[in-house]
Structures are given as C-alpha cells and as structure tokens.
C-alpha cells in the first residue's frame, strides 16, 4: 500500500488564493500570499523551516506566536527573526541557519 | 494630566486594552508597548485579512459584537502612545529596556502595568519535538494569523477545554479530519460541572454546546485517554494512545496540536520586582498582588500574566488595575466600576478554579517520562539527563540547580516549554512543590550590539 504523504505541513485556508509573492529561502524561491507570514509560506511548501542544532533534527515552529523561537531564521545581514513574526514580502532573503555567524 | 506621569502599560492583549480604556477615559495617555504588530491578544486575536473573508463562518453569532469590540479598543489605542513591534526586553530602575522597529530604546516610567499574557503548558512526550506538533494556542495562531491549517489530519490532544474551541474552529472553516483526544475523565469534568455553572452558566453551557458541534461535525472524540507516543520518519505520522478502557489505538495524522492549560508569562513582573507565591491549585507561580493587581509601589499586574483566567477575568483585571493605578495618583476611585469588576473577576476566577479541577494538569507524569524523551526541545535534553542531575550529591536539588547542570530551560524559549516538567521532575524528586525558574534579561534572545562609537583612523594610535 502506497501511503501519499504531502510534502508539506501548512494548508491554507483557501487554496485558492494566489500566490503573487516571491521570495528566496535557502537559496529555493517561496511563495506567498498577500499578507502572508514567511514561516506559513515556507510550511505551505516545506516540512521543515530549518533543523535543531543539537541533533540534527527538522523544526519547523511550535508555538507559532513568538515565544518558543523555534521557527527562528537569518537574512542575508545575520540578522536573526523569527518567521512567525515576520510578514512575507517580495524579495526577501533568507536563511535556515546564519550566514555569517553571528548570533 | 501631571506632566511628570508616564505610565506605561506591556501588552495590548484584553488586559491591556482594558486598562489602557480606563485611563484614558480618565483623560490619560498611557505609553502601550506591543510585541506583535497588532493589537488583540491571543485567545482574541485579530484576523489576518486572509482569515477575515471567514469571521462570521468563525465567530459565527458572536462576529458583530467582536467587532464592535475591536473597533472600540482601536478607539481608545488612538488615544494613547500606541507602539506595535516593540518588546519590553529588561526592567529596571522604573525603566523598560525596549527593542522596536527602529532598535533599541529605553522608556522611564511612573507607573507600570505587565499584562503580557500567558502561553500553553506543556508536558513531554516521545515524539514531540517533530514537524508538525504545534502547541494548541499555536494550532489556533495558525488560523488567525497565518490563515493555514496545521495539517490534513489533526489531532488535538492534552488536557484542556481548548481542544474543543481549536477544533470547532477549524470545522467551522471547513477542516474535515479532525480528532480530539482529551486526557482528563468525564468524571472529573462532570463532578467540576456543577462549580462551572455555578460561577458561569453561560460559558459552561456553550462548552457543551462546542462538544455537541464537533460531534455533529464528525469529529473523534475520545476522552480519559493515555497518550503514549508521537512518531513518523521526519515528521508526525502517526499517534498512539490507549482509550479510557485501555484499547491500543493509533490515530494517522500529519499534525498534532498539544496542550496542557495554560502557563502566566511572569518574566518581566519578576524583573520588575515582583514577588510569586505558588498556587496549588493551577500547580504554578503567580505574582503577588492586591485584590486590584497591585504588586508595589509603582506596579501593577493583569490579565493572564497575572494569574490564569481567560480573556473576560482579562478585561475586569485590566479594569481594576488601572482603577488603583487612578487613587495611587489622587484621583477619585469609581465605586460602582471597582465593585463591578471585583465581582465579574471573582466569578471568573471561581470558573477557572473549576476547569482547571476539570482539565487537570498531569503533573504526575513528569516522574514517568522514559529516559529518552527529550524534556528541553531547544538544547534536546532528554528526561534521563535531568534524573542523572537530580542524583547528584553535592548541594540541595533545586530546579534553578537542575537548570545550570543540565542546560535545560537555557535555550532560546528561556524555559517556557519545558520548564512547567521541568519543576514536576524536580518535585517528583524532592517530594515539595515545584520551584521556580529564575528570570534573567533579556526575556527573549536580542541580537547583541556593541556600539563602540566611530572607528579611530588607522594608524592614529593614542
């Protein structure tokens, strides 16, 4: 028996709704809905939005309001944000894991 | 207005909000500091405008008052100095380390009010550091803030009457494959029933009315579960638990949301002097106060932050503290508001006795964990790690102890997630109620800058 598993977690409420927004996580283009959150558009297409640096494993946000950091990212700059937080916008460039690093 | 009053209220959640309306209906203008870009709260967030195309599918009878409220809060929030971005990092010296969207700044304040709200309490288990577990407020976030679904398959899972509102929120936007696994017995709920009704007929009454919703919508619906383990490959496949007659039973599933009550955010109060006692009822610390949220000469505290009570416990705190905030500053106290709230916050706290008696916090557990399951998601210390550092024979066990020998609670969430296990563990071991985990600033990680001024000119050595 082939179980389908879907590559992704997030599934928008509307799947419907365009996805006008481009931006660039990991080096892979990312869509986004107008008003989207870049850790829903990372999820809308990915299982995971980085990985724990202890033991490797896939994280992918917890608590979703900006307490647990666990969707926590990096742009170009090493600035550090996290993607629950943060609004999706066109252009955006952004890491899973610093670039230069900091923090 | 005094010119030498600043008052600064944290959080912009129904605490918040309610103090905020209160001095300004005073003919105050309050400093309001808000972390999200919003004002709402958690329990009553704003939508997106994605989720909003949804409200009346959402709030259903309800949508019309609940915009009738936030257009009254946008209306007090014009009147105030209202800062959205901007966290409350440190406190010290009346005065509040801010990091905005402009960077860093500090705000010197007369008088304080921290309603910053509450987050979920979690208890551990195997399986739940993988993708797709949420916490159950987070579960909810995802609909009004990120417009998504955690999943195709969710399960809701824990202890908590939240399980039933998240998963009648996502029926009523159409989510199909739904579970609610609930830890607590009936019986536990239907003895708390009565106390329920007692102190809110109106709230108990619509929490039956919620389950009947989810039965009619073709929910799964088991309570008196054991949860025993998430697993999947790279993500949530699957989880296993027993029925309350002690079936093996497995639930396919791509997401589960998990939660256990909810846990006061107290970092800031404590920085601002704050001192906790513990409460055995809701097994957790709250900081001291009055009966209107004083907690010192220039603080008051509200709202969940505060002690636990829900969004309308939220709003009467809020109320009261700044009615107290009004006579510290001369002002005339308005009886009948002070009399009101006071009673509409004893009903409320009376309410959230009884649920919390009804959806029990498995305190327990926390001695049961196996060895291996990871405690601390952020620096993976796994319950067996913490055990070998209750064994240690030098000095008392002590959870601020634990901490510092094991890292656990030392990671980026600063021990909000597994801190509540954290104590259990440590109480299983020393056989007193859980300590308390001791707050540091910054409260949330900032981002370190040194600014050392411009550079001396190359070869200019002085």
């Known amino acids: ?103 | 207005m005094q010119t030498d009053t600043r008052i600064a209220i944290v959080g912009a959640g129904p605490a918040g909000l309610a103090a905020a309306r209160t001095l300004v209906e005073a003919g105050l203008r309050p400093v309001v500091l808000e972390e999200s870009p919003l004002a709402g709260g958690q329990g009553t967030r704003r939508l997106s405008p994605l989720t909003a195309l949804h409200r009346s599918a959402l709030f259903g009878a309800s949508a019309q008052s609940i915009t009738r409220r936030e257009d009254a809060e946008d209306a007090v929030l014009k009147q105030c100095d209202f800062r959205t971005g901007t966290l409350a990092w440190a406190c010290h010296d009346n005065r509040l380390e801010l990091l905005g969207p402009d960077g860093f700044d500090s705000l010197t304040y007369t008088h304080l009010v921290i309603a910053v709200g509450a987050t979920d309490r979690l208890m551990p288990m195997p399986g739940w550091t993988l993708p797709g577990v949420f916490t159950l407020g987070g579960a909810q976030v995802a609909l009004k803030r990120h417009a998504s679904f955690i999943g195709q398959k969710v399960v809701f899972a824990g202890s908590s009457p939240l399980l039933y509102l998240a998963a009648a929120q996502y029926l009523r936007l159409g989510h199909r494959d739904l579970t609610v696994l609930d830890t607590t017995p009936a019986s536990g709920k239907a003895r708390a029933f009565p106390a329920m009704l007692r102190h809110e007929p109106h709230t108990a009454l619509q929490g039956v009315s919620l389950i009947a919703e989810l039965w009619r919508g073709g929910v799964t619906l088991r309570a008196g579960v054991r949860l025993d383990r998430i697993e999947g490959d790279s993500r949530v496949q699957r989880l296993r638990y027993a029925t309350a007659r002690g079936r093996d039973m497995t639930a396919e599933a791509d997401a589960v949301a998990l939660g256990h009550g909810l846990r006061a955010e107290t970092q800031l109060a404590e920085l601002a002097g704050a001192t906790f006692a513990f409460d055995p009822a809701f097994r957790q610390w709250f900081p001291r106060t009055d009966d209107r949220g004083r907690a010192g000469e220039r603080l008051w505290l509200a709202g969940d932050s505060a002690r636990i009570g829900g969004a309308e416990a939220a709003d009467a705190a809020g109320s009261l503290a700044a009615q107290s905030l009004l006579e510290s500053l001369g002002r005339a106290a308005d009886a009948h508001c002070i009399r009101r709230d006071t009673r509409r916050l004893r009903k409320q706290h009376g309410f959230q006795r009884a649920m919390t008696d009804a959806f029990r916090w498995p305190a327990k557990q926390a001695a049961t964990l196996a060895d291996d399951v990871l405690v601390c998601r952020c620096e993976r210390v796994t319950a067996g790690e913490i055990r070998a550092a209750l064994a240690t024979p030098s000095g008392p066990i002590e959870v601020n102890r634990v901490k510092s020998i094991t890292r656990c609670g030392m990671g980026r969430c600063q021990g909000r997630f597994c801190g509540p296990a954290l104590g259990e563990m440590v109480a299983s071991a020393t056989g007193d109620p859980p300590g308390r985990l001791r707050t540091q600033a910054p409260i949330r990680p900032i981002p370190l800058v040194f600014d050392a001024g411009p550079m001396a000119p190359e070869g200019d050595d002085t």
């Open chain 1, 1 to 103: 028996m082939v179980i389908f598993v879907a590559r992704h977690l997030f599934q928008p409420i509307d799947p419907g709704t365009p996805r006008p927004l481009r931006f660039e996580f990991d080096g892979a283009e990312i869509t986004a809905r107008r008003n989207d959150t870049v850790l829903a558009a990372v999820l809308a297409s990915r299982e995971r939005c980085g990985v724990n640096e202890f033991d490797g494993g896939g994280r992918a946000g917890f608590c979703l309001m900006g307490s647990c950091q666990e969707c926590t990212m990096w742009d170009e700059d090493g600035r550090r944000l996290r993607g629950c937080m943060t609004e999706a916008r066109e252009g955006l460039r952004l890491r899973s894991r610093p670039h230069c690093g900091s923090d």
